[in-house]
Every structure is written in structure tokens, then in C-alpha cells.
């Protein structure tokens, strides 16, 4: 399917980008969740057998999927596959955050569209391990929801008063980082603002090139598909940059990977627990009616897909 302009015409950048797609195969379904059926001859295939896994392989949207032993995460006795059908990318995602904090010496988080079940992780994660983590979200009710969950600091882009409400969140907490699935639009420029006017309330002096706190965001979604606007307020100290979890997983190498990973399988039922609006078929998951609500990328309304639905 390609975007068409009012007239009904192709851009012609628009064909140029896709060239590389045209009559390339692209299963899809990053990962998912099932019980062993067979497997090989092995010692750690054959301890598999009969055993609920997660697996982060591609081509998850089917019934069945043969993948190696290490791309397989072993879930506690008794847990349904539905439970563990998106304890990956989200999960990881949310340790990874809290990771890459660490690991580039800040102190404290700023994370966007909070109120997702990402968001509603990382939440968890950062309350358990006594991390300050100031939450954005757009609607009044997920300022509620987020408060009712334990969250200390959530501040809603809809508001007039947003502005002041972020500097006063990350003077708290002294986030210096932020992590931001929106994309497009201003909320980047407006996170790196708001830091650098909480960084200067208790500065000593007048520096015309700004702090020289770094502060950093990065885009890790794109529920704005619209340029990034930056208003180049906020001093000299600063970036903007993308994150993804893979590359991530590279950075910190096997051994860091597979401690996270083993923390997902022991909170998979808490810390990591996934809510779905509905569950659906791949044949359902094709209705227009269904496409126009997951499609939306709305929070609360995350489907979960069951290619054995039906059969």
C-alpha cells in the first residue's frame, strides 16, 4: 500500500524510498508467545518440549514458528502464552531505558506517552529499583491512571500549564535524559527547554552558551510522523538522537542481555504484565474495522493476535 497524494498520485520520493521493499518477503510479527510441540535432538531443544516460551524471531503472525534454542525465553510453569506474547520488545525496552540511564551517568528519566502498557512498565520498574521517573502524557485521564498506579510526577502536554509543570518535575528529580515515542512535533525541544530552565534555577552564574549539564532525548517512536521541531533554547549541552532495542542489546553484550531477559521471565506476571483491548485472528486482524482502531495506536487499545483463533 503506498501514501498517495489529493490527486490519487504516487509521489515519486515515495517510489524511490520503497524501491528496495518491491518483491522482497517481510513476515511480520516481531514476537510472540507458545508452547514447544517439537523440537530437535538436543539436549536444550528436548528440555523445551512442552514448555510455554516467548521468542523474539520475526515472522510470529502464525500458527506455528521453528526457531533456535536462544531466541527462545523459558516462562515460569503455568503461564498462559497470551501472558507472554509481548514480553520482549516492551519489557526489554523498558529495562533498556532505565539501562542506557545508567550507563551514560544521569540520574534520573523523563519518558513520553506514558500512560502505554510500556510506559505503565517502566513505571513499575522505576519504583522498584527507586529511579525518579517523570511521566508525559496527553490526557487528563491518564494523569489519573498513572497517580493511581504510584506514579509521583506526570505531567500532561494539554495542559497550559505544562511548561511550568515539567521544569518543576525535573528540578525534582534532576532527569537529564528522556526517552520519547511521540517523534514529530515539538516535545522534544520542549523536554530539552524545560531542562535546561530546572539546570539554571540553581545555577551560580550567567553562562550565554548555556548549562553545561548534557541533556539528552531520545526518539524511540514515531506516533507523530511529522519533522521534529527543535526552538534552539536551551543552551549548547544538549542532543537528540534515536534508540532502538537491538542495537541496544549489542551495546551491552550477551551476558548484560540475558540478565534483563531473566528478570522479564521471573516479573513476567507483574512488573511486565501486558493489557489487551481484544483478542483476534490473523483473518480478523485484516477487517477494516479492526485496522481502524488498532491502527490508531490509541493507549489502551493494544491488540493481542491468536493464530490459532478460529481454526
Not at 515515495?14 to 535432538?41: C, F, I, T, Y
Not at 503472525?61 to 503461564?79: A, I, M, S
Not at 528522556?178 to 516535545?187: Q, V
Not at 530539552?192 to 541533556?215: D, P, Q, W
Amino acid at each position: 500500500m503506498f501514501l498517495r497524494d489529493a490527486n490519487g498520485v504516487v509521489p515519486p520520493a515515495m517510489l524511490r524510498a520503497m524501491a528496495a521493499r518491491l518483491d522482497e518477503p517481510m513476515p511480520v510479527g516481531n514476537e510472540g508467545a507458545g508452547v514447544v510441540v517439537k523440537a530437535g535432538s538436543g539436549p536444550q531443544a528436548q528440555a523445551l518440549l512442552g514448555r510455554t516460551v516467548a521468542a523474539l524471531g520475526g515472522g510470529m503472525y502464525g500458527e506455528y514458528r521453528c526457531l533456535k534454542t536462544d531466541q527462545c525465553l523459558v516462562l515460569p510453569e503455568g503461564t498462559a502464552p497470551a501472558d507472554g506474547a509481548s514480553c520482549f520488545v516492551n519489557p526489554l525496552t523498558a529495562l533498556g531505558m532505565v539501562e542506557t540511564m545508567r550507563l551514560e551517568g544521569h540520574k534520573a528519566l523523563v519518558h513520553t506517552a506514558a500512560a502505554s502498557n510500556l510506559g505503565k512498565m517502566l513505571n513499575r520498574i522505576c519504583q522498584a529499583d527507586g529511579v525518579p521517573l517523570v511521566n508525559i502524557v496527553r490526557r487528563p485521564a491518564h494523569v489519573q491512571l498513572l497517580q493511581s498506579m504510584g506514579a509521583r510526577h506526570v505531567c500532561d502536554s494539554s495542559s497550559e500549564t505544562f511548561m511550568e509543570d515539567l521544569t518543576n518535575a525535573l528540578a525534582e528529580t534532576g532527569a537529564t535524559i528522556a526517552f520519547d515515542a511521540i517523534g514529530g512535533g515539538r516535545l522534544a525541544s520542549q523536554i530539552l527547554t524545560c531542562m535546561e530552565a530546572a539546570i539554571n534555577r540553581t545555577a551560580k552564574s550567567f553562562n550565554r552558551y548555556g548549562s553545561n549539564v548534557h541533556k539528552q532525548v531520545y526518539i524511540y517512536g514515531g506516533l507523530d510522523r511529522g519533522p521534529t521541531e527543535l526552538n534552539r533554547n536551551f543552551g549548547m549541552s544538549w542532543s537528540v538522537g534515536g534508540w532502538l532495542l537491538m542495537p541496544f542489546l549489542q551495546r551491552v553484550g550477551p551476558e548484560a542481555s540475558e540478565k534483563l531477559k531473566a528478570r522479564v521471565a521471573r516479573e513476567i506476571s507483574s512488573t511486565f504484565a501486558s493489557d489487551y483491548t481484544k483478542v483476534v485472528s490473523l483473518a480478523e486482524a485484516l477487517r477494516p474495522d479492526e485496522i481502524a482502531v488498532y491502527g490508531r495506536q490509541a493507549t489502551g487499545e493494544k491488540y493481542l493476535i491468536d493464530p490459532s483463533r478460529g481454526r
